[in-house]
């Protein structure tokens, strides 16, 4: 019985460190998360703010959804408008959503200034975020980090990585470290696609990232009766 229950504890340490799940993001209205869920996804990340500068319309409708449709991990990213200036007051606008897990700040090329504006605009935001309470990851890609902060700033390296390299393969085999990660939580493999008549990108998330991770709803989600 004891080598039982050593052998049941190792694989609980292991198996979520090797194995994942797979989930999609929206920047769309989207009502179809049940047959989303259906086909196996298992969270989902929605659009919680637009590059010109305001909090998706479409936001609390989505996370809503996602939750009604069964859904437990259901997150919102932050997508900057630099140009805009303020990313306190982004941050703060994109908290006033509830029922999400994490706010992930998509790091990408758009209309972005220097690397040394664009390292103090970021950590602005993140500083704002962590102030209100929010739980944060970061979306980019190994190409968007260099170009946007540069490969050596590490500044966020202790906050989860979402990577994107659109290969079709949910795994993590592909990775090279940057920006002070070594090892990703996510990974967006494929975008664009269409699931359920919905347009979606979609991900890989690594078990242990998505099983271990802080305080999954930052304000409780109620469903509706």
Same mark, same amino acid.
């Given at each position: 019985? &004891? @080598?039982?229950?050593?052998?049941?504890?190792?694989?609980?340490?292991?198996?979520?460190?090797?194995?994942?799940?797979?989930?999609?993001?929206?920047? @769309?209205?989207?009502?179809?998360?049940?047959?989303?869920?259906?086909?196996?996804?298992?969270?989902?990340?929605?659009?919680?703010?637009?590059?010109?500068?305001?909090?998706?319309?479409?936001?609390?409708?989505?996370?809503? %959804?996602?939750?009604?449709?069964?859904?437990?991990?259901?997150?919102?990213?932050?997508?900057?408008?630099?140009?805009?200036?303020?990313?306190?007051? @982004?941050?703060?606008?994109?908290?006033?959503?509830?029922?999400?897990?994490?706010?992930?700040?998509?790091?990408?090329?758009?209309?972005?200034?220097?690397?040394?504006?664009?390292?103090?605009?970021?950590? &602005?935001?993140?500083?704002?975020?962590?102030?209100?309470?929010?739980?944060?990851?970061?979306?980019?890609?190994?190409? %968007?980090?260099?170009?946007?902060?540069?490969?050596?700033?590490?500044?966020?390296?202790?906050? @989860?990585?979402?990577?994107?390299?659109?290969? %079709?393969?949910?795994?993590?085999?592909?990775? &090279?470290?940057?920006?002070?990660?070594?090892?990703?939580?996510?990974?967006?493999?494929?975008?664009?696609?269409?699931?359920?008549?919905?347009?979606?990108?979609?991900?890989?998330?690594?078990?242990?990232?998505?099983?271990?991770?802080?305080?999954?709803?930052?304000?409780?989600?109620?469903?509706?009766?």
């Amino acid at each position: 019985l &004891r @080598q039982i229950m050593k052998l049941f504890l190792c694989l609980l340490i292991v198996l979520p460190a090797v194995l994942g799940t797979k989930g999609i993001d929206v920047s @769309q209205y989207t009502n179809v998360f049940s047959c989303l869920k259906s086909h196996g996804y298992e969270f989902a990340i929605v659009r919680g703010y637009q590059s010109g500068g305001r909090v998706d319309p479409n936001a609390q409708a989505n996370i809503n %959804n996602a939750h009604n449709a069964g859904f437990k991990y259901v997150d919102v990213y932050l997508f900057p408008c630099f140009h805009c200036g303020n990313p306190e007051t @982004q941050a703060r606008d994109i908290m006033s959503l509830s029922g999400f897990g994490m706010v992930w700040v998509d790091i990408e090329n758009y209309r972005w200034g220097s690397q040394s504006a664009n390292r103090d605009f970021i950590t &602005r935001m993140v500083n704002e975020l962590a102030n209100r309470g929010a739980k944060i990851g970061i979306y980019t890609s190994y190409y %968007n980090w260099q170009s946007i902060v540069g490969l050596s700033w590490t500044h966020l390296s202790r906050y @989860q990585l979402w990577y994107a390299h659109y290969d %079709n393969n949910p795994s993590f085999s592909d990775f &090279r470290s940057f920006g002070g990660w070594s090892r990703p939580a996510i990974k967006q493999y494929a975008g664009d696609k269409s699931e359920c008549g919905a347009g979606v990108d979609l991900n890989y998330y690594q078990l242990k990232h998505l099983l271990f991770r802080h305080n999954i709803s930052i304000l409780p989600f109620k469903k509706k009766k």
